[in-house]
Structure formats: structure tokens, C-alpha cells
């Protein structure tokens, strides 16, 4: 069997509800997610441990069965704390806010780039402290919250593919926890 698929579940206060037809439905104390089983996947729930359950040895329900097994993972996890990603605007004139239900973000182009927030996610921008431990040219500070893991993720991917960061100076959006290599410029003889 697969190491991920048959790890349990600890179910921390978290309400699992499996419909007929295979619909799984998480509800925690920030909401409710929900996902479709696979075919020939199922669910034991037992001493408030979910163990993910498979038909067969066959390939496609090997993979099924350790895929199935993170995304139920995921939903426990962000239903009950939720997932949090951090991005850091770095250049000089380069900034970040919101407006509403959209995120302004101006970096150095002729032109704003104006993203709508999508729906279950909650974003906050704020104005990079000053202070002489961090980067002077780190300017502005994103965080991406939301309870659904791919969300959260594909919106700050989105966030970062605005203007990534380059690699002589170093500008642009990344991860907090990136490390972008600064090569060095042209050799002056």
C-alpha cells in the first residue's frame, strides 16, 4: 500500500459527511469544503480517524488512492486553521493595495495591474516596515488567506507571474521564504 494512503486522518473537531453517490463534505470552524471520491475509492471513519480505503492493487487506484488521501489532508487542515501565503514586493516605486474586492498593484509599468480577489480568499497588503534588519527595497507585503489550499496557492501564483523576480537586482514579487541568486553584472575592465 502507499505510505500516503494509508496514513489516518486525526479528524480534529472537524464533521466528515460522505453522500451515495461519493460526495465528501468537511465542515470546520472556518467553513465547509467539499470533494468527489474517485472511483473505487472509500472511506472508513473510526475513533474520530479517517483511513482512505482503495478496490484494487491496480496502478490508476495506487495513485487515486495517495492522491485522495493528501486532499482530504488538505480540506481537515484548511478547514480547521487554514492556509496563509506570504509574498514580498521588492523595487524601489513598486506597491501594493487594496481596493475593495480587487488588489492594485503597481510595478513599474506604464499601466496598473488591477487583480479581483476571488471568491474565499481574503487578502491583505500592507506597507513594508522600515527598519535597519530588513531590505530597504522591500517595499510592500501581500498575504493570501483562504481555506481551499489550490486557491490560495494559484492566486499568489498568479500575484507573483505579474512581474517575478529578476536576477541582477533582484525586483519584483516573491515568496517570503525564496531565495532568488543575484548574479553578479557586466565585469568593468
Not at 501565503?85 to 496598473?112: F, Q, R
Amino acid at each position: 500500500m502507499s505510505r500516503i494512503g494509508r496514513a489516518p486522518i486525526k479528524l480534529n473537531d472537524v464533521k466528515i459527511e460522505v453522500s451515495k453517490e461519493g460526495l465528501v463534505t468537511a465542515s470546520g470552524k472556518l467553513g465547509k469544503l467539499e470533494y468527489q471520491l474517485l472511483d473505487g475509492i472509500s472511506l472508513d471513519i473510526e475513533d474520530d480517524m479517517l483511513h482512505v480505503k482503495r478496490r484494487d492493487d491496480s496502478k490508476s487506484q495506487r495513485a487515486f488512492h495517495g492522491l485522495t488521501r493528501a486532499l482530504l489532508q488538505n480540506m481537515v487542515t484548511g478547514v480547521t486553521e487554514g492556509y496563509t501565503i506570504t509574498l514580498h514586493v521588492i523595487g524601489t516605486g513598486y506597491n501594493a493595495e487594496l481596493m475593495g474586492p480587487w488588489l492594485k498593484l503597481n510595478l513599474g509599468y506604464s499601466h496598473d495591474i488591477v487583480m479581483e480577489i476571488p471568491e474565499g480568499l481574503t487578502v491583505e497588503a500592507e506597507a513594508a516596515p522600515r527598519s535597519k534588519t530588513t531590505r530597504n527595497d522591500l517595499t510592500s507585503i501581500i498575504r493570501v488567506k483562504g481555506m481551499d489550499k489550490q486557491l490560495v496557492g494559484h492566486f499568489a501564483a498568479e500575484i507573483r507571474k505579474c512581474r517575478p523576480p529578476e536576477n541582477y537586482k533582484g525586483k519584483g514579487i516573491r515568496y517570503h521564504d525564496e531565495y532568488v541568486v543575484i548574479k553578479a553584472g557586466k565585469a568593468g575592465t
